[in-house]
């Protein structure tokens, strides 16, 4: 499977931007998706994921409230929607996917995501 991640651009602090990652085929049921992201000079960010079959969401403390992760099956896409951005939420996003041959909870270390998209960079002024 291939990734393709969008969405990304300049906005002002406070507004708002849609990600977009787009798989290449069919998601399995038991796949999970994810959105990580990484500011310069920091390392990668576990953001939010989602389950491909029961939509369950995991996402980090900081974005909780402001960003919202969900998936359209139909498209093959998951979307990561993000309102009151911050300078604090520039970054380059990217997104993943779990395989999840084991069937466990959603998970937040990258480490346990198998297959990875180009980041898309957003930028929010203050």
């Known amino acids: 499977v291939q990734l393709q991640a969008s969405g990304g651009g300049l906005v002002q602090a406070g507004g708002s931007l849609r990600l977009s990652c787009a798989a290449s085929?069919?998601?399995?049921?038991?796949?999970?998706m994810g959105w990580f992201r990484q500011a310069p000079g920091k390392e990668r960010q576990f953001v939010a994921a989602i389950s491909w079959r029961e939509a369950n969401t995991l996402y980090t403390d900081s974005v909780k409230g402001r960003f919202r992760i969900s998936r359209d099956p139909d498209k093959n896409t998951v979307y990561l929607r993000m309102d009151s951005l911050t300078p604090e939420d520039t970054a380059v996003y990217s997104c993943a996917v779990r395989q999840n041959r084991n069937r466990t909870p959603l998970a937040a270390p990258g480490a346990q995501y198998d297959v990875w998209g180009q980041g898309t960079q957003v930028t929010v002024s203050s």
């Open positions: 085929e069919p998601m399995l049921s038991s796949y999970h």
